[in-house]
């Protein structure tokens, strides 16, 4: 597993240009995807790599796991990321 700042390095060294820009683009591309994905609650599909969609959680009843009592769990919104199939992932 690589985090952000391990993601901005092999980027500046893949595509030659510095470590800076690399973060900079890196965190303005995240910022925007969320952005999209949470504020404006658009979809985003990029093509080769996959689709961000929302969906909704219907309601459900859920044991507390504190006292034992059932408690309903309201309806929610989440979002779901399925892989391109040209992304070719392998699972171990």
Do not use: W
Request: charged share 35%; proline share 4%.
């Amino acid at each position: 597993m690589i985090n952000r700042k391990q993601f901005g390095r092999r980027f500046a060294e893949t595509y030659g240009i510095t470590y800076q820009d690399a973060e900079q683009i890196c965190r303005n591309a995240f910022e925007l995807l969320g952005k999209l994905l949470y504020e404006e609650k658009e979809d985003v599909v990029i093509h080769g790599f996959g689709a961000f969609k929302h969906k909704k959680a219907k309601p459900k009843n859920v044991r507390h796991p504190g006292t034992g009592e059932m408690i309903t769990m309201p309806e929610r919104d989440f979002v779901k990321f399925t892989p391109s199939e040209l992304l070719d992932i392998k699972e171990d």
